[in-house]
């Protein structure tokens, strides 16, 4: 079977391909069909001469998203988005579809789309989306591989709420006494991981039960977390630049075709280089001021701060150290302005902002003892994390990056909702 | 910084390594360190002439899996399992272990060590499984990759009770009105996938609410999924082969070590070769009948039947063509036999049994509504999964393993619940 996105090498000859009927348009004696199989788009171009008339009436009778069989010869065109078409030979139909395929050309509201998301997915951008998100999720898992990361699945079903959110979801656990709670992060039990197997990442689905309907939130989404024993913040910087370079680089080599179709504008993602803008806390909010923000001197910055700060950049900015009592108890202080942490966010730029979160953790039990009263969480859930500080504790750090912001930035799209084959929000559990 | 994994290349050098004090002993003037840094485990020798006294005395108060920072020269050593040993040159601790590290070299129950899983998975077993298991991640997204399939994440919250099972985790969404359920599989919602891309895979944790304590079950899981369009019955079972062929091959190639860590005997999986046994359910009865089986004709095999199959032949079976009553309502029949499904399960050899199931999906619109109504199940919430036959139904075929069973063979484990960091079941829900 022929794929669309290898008939580069086929010029020339006939070939069968099979796939869906996503547009088409006749004049008097050709028939332009465009045919999608999941690898790719191309034009098939039929002459009622060329064609026995039952294949020319089958054509006629065309639907959108008729599933069917075309052959033809393959030959390069340049005016072709794909670089190639196909003189069509024959065609058959296998299925199809109603008059009314229910994704027209006419503006749909998102409701409308989210609710036929099954068929949606078939359209030329989400199938980009999609396609884009997958060499993200391979160039991760590429970058991990080659650097001694292990794949660690965490717990989704956890006995208790770690980080002390009220946004969790709850459910009984074989009997209605006991409760599980759907995980939002895998990075406590990642910590375990590696003070067995050194570097380790997780990457699934988490799940937030947040009552807010932003463009950038999602009631379930794909995380990566990344955890590594013996690095140390700085460390843990280098590796986060390091594969954010990885993920923007193969997809510009490998989905230019998508990023096209997209209308991204490429050039930003080709200024993503290294080194990334590094600013402390203090000094992103002396910027922020200076700009017309009202942030607190110790405050974390607001989605509009980052967006602000981003349109000052062409490169992705680190913001490090930021004041400890905005960041959770398990970071570690800053040994030379001990109120502050040893953490850092990365901001995506062209007002993208923050798609990765990091720090280096608290490595000494009595100092993470003093964390957990301080921040008011209860110890005794956290008693198998202190172990990890009682036996061999060591220097270690990690960062996770949400899928969909990623995707999100990298395809320039407005709303996370697109980035995901069937988001989950507040108001969304289907299809 | 260097890796255990990555001294065979520094013979000769002197090298500084971090990790944990896995086990010692000493003779005299002479200290045998075997160091694990989470890549692999290697010997220390120290000399007590050759060391500071300091060292020297911080070596003689070691308690198990304290953390250490140790220099030495890499020497190759036949003698060693990991081929090489280091002539010790200096040792400073990070943090002493305190004396009572929770397990022991004596037998430790099940409960016990899964009470301490997190300090578990430090011991040299679990953490070869650990490694086994990301090969096997690994080589099934290379596979993947290679051939045209596009990770899809599939949701994991879902409306309703796709198959009719009683095994559903259930929870509130949002308000106590709306139930949410933990997703079983995300074959329904990848059909939608290939539609759009051709072909798709998922990979993520999965739920059962199974009352059942067997050493094959665990309460979340991790799934494999993959989809293709165009694909029949001969086709995926072709494509299930060779994934099973490249996962075997990858874990031999790269985890010898760990293979003789689990004292697995490597020649079964060596058998591991093309063509696997095919069967019919038909054929597979009357064998196990020869062989003292009460199975009924029309039954679906048990574990002890799947058990006493394998034992009869070296490679992976494929029973095919199971009767349809005993298989889902997605299955298409076999034309020439429609009281059959196009289906297949995979037993994997050595009594492991059933690895994965796998069927041609019934792809004509009238004929999946029929079954809808004889399986008795609601159709309303399966008219977006209808609307996959209403418009370009094309044949597709789909299959799934269950990572942990995967794991569980290829290590050789009798339960599953050392192939998952954290296993969660009946009674189990932490750490």
Chains 1, 2 share one sequence.
């Not at 000052?312 to 400890?324: L, M, T």
Request: charged share 30%.
């Amino acid at each position: 079977m022929t794929f669309i996105s290898a008939i580069g090498s086929r010029v020339g000859e006939e070939i069968e391909l099979k796939g869906w009927a996503y547009n088409f348009r006749s004049s008097g004696k050709i028939f332009f069909l465009q045919l999608r199989d999941g690898s790719g788009r191309v034009q098939v171009v039929y002459a009622q001469d060329a064609l026995a008339p039952a294949h020319w009436d089958a054509l006629r009778s065309l639907r959108i998203e008729s599933s069917v069989i075309v052959r033809g010869t393959v030959k390069k065109d340049d005016r072709s988005p794909t670089g190639f078409e196909l003189d069509g030979t024959s065609f058959a139909l296998i299925q199809r579809a109603p008059e009314d395929y229910p994704i027209g050309k006419k503006e749909h509201g998102p409701d409308f789309l989210l609710d036929e998301r099954h068929l949606w997915l078939r359209s030329e951008r989400q199938w980009a989306i999609q396609r884009v998100r997958n060499t993200i999720i391979n160039a991760t898992f590429a970058y991990f591989n080659e650097n001694g990361f292990i794949k660690f699945d965490t717990p989704i079903l956890t006995p208790t709420s770690c980080e002390g959110t009220t946004e969790l979801f709850e459910m009984p656990y074989f009997d209605e006494e006991q409760k599980a709670y759907l995980a939002q992060s895998g990075q406590l039990y990642l910590e375990a991981g590696i003070m067995a197997l050194g570097r380790c990442f997780d990457f699934g689905p988490v799940f937030r039960a947040e009552k807010s309907k932003t463009r950038r939130h999602l009631a379930e989404f794909w995380m990566m977390d990344a955890e590594a024993a013996f690095v140390e913040h700085e460390g843990n910087m280098h590796i986060q630049e390091e594969l954010i370079l990885r993920i923007v680089k193969e997809v510009l080599e490998k989905n230019a075709y998508e990023l096209r179709v997209l209308e991204r504008d490429v050039e930003p993602l080709k200024k993503v280089q290294a080194p990334f803008v590094r600013l402390t806390h203090q000094e992103a909010v002396r910027q922020l001021r200076a700009l017309g923000s009202d942030i607190g001197e110790r405050s974390d910055l607001g989605a509009d701060d980052e967006t602000m700060l981003t349109e000052q950049y062409e490169r992705p900015i680190f913001i490090e150290k930021y004041p400890a009592e905005v960041k959770a108890f398990y970071m570690k202080r800053d040994p030379s302005e001990p109120d502050r942490a040893l953490n850092n966010d990365l901001l995506a730029p062209e007002g993208f902002g923050e798609i990765i979160g990091g720090s280096q953790r608290e490595d000494h039990l009595e100092t993470l003892l003093a964390r957990i009263d301080e921040h008011r969480l209860s110890r005794e859930p956290f008693e198998w994390y202190l172990d990890l500080r009682r036996y061999g504790s060591v220097p270690h750090s990690g960062f996770g990056y949400g899928l969909e912001r990623i995707v999100g930035w990298i395809c320039g799209l407005h709303h996370v909702r697109e980035t995901i084959p069937f988001p989950r929000m507040m108001n969304r559990l289907k299809p």
